[in-house]
């Protein structure tokens, strides 16, 4: 699972992004984009909720609700660690009172 990660540089060191490359110039070359270590996400300071790489900790027992980018909700629950094991991957927006954040899975 990946959590708010950003791009690093490509494994040539060249820290371009977007980067263009012409095909003649690298015809044998493999690039690969490196990312940032992921760090856990605080959803709602005011409410504790946290989202790790498996599990959504809800301290206070607030309302999280996950929704797809389509809008439709696939989770709504107060308990305090909500298991994400069975949650598809796919970008995902949380909810706990008036603050929002979209995540990777």
Not at 2 to 22: A, I, K, Q, Y
Not at 37 to 43: E, G
Request: hydrophobic content about 40%; proline content about 3%; overall charge negative.
């Amino acid at each position: 699972m990946l959590w708010h990660t950003g791009f690093g540089d490509w494994s040539d060191g060249n820290t371009e992004n977007p980067r263009t490359v012409e095909v003649a110039q690298y015809a044998n070359i493999s690039l690969t984009a490196e990312f940032e270590a992921a760090t856990p996400t605080n959803l709602a300071a005011e409410n504790g909720v946290r989202i790790t790489d498996t599990t959504i900790e809800n301290p206070n027992n607030a309302l999280v609700e996950l929704y797809t980018l389509a809008g439709l909700r696939v989770l709504a629950s107060q308990a305090s660690t909500i298991d994400l094991g069975g949650l598809a991957h796919g970008v995902y927006v949380a909810k706990a009172g008036d603050a929002t954040i979209k995540f990777a899975r």
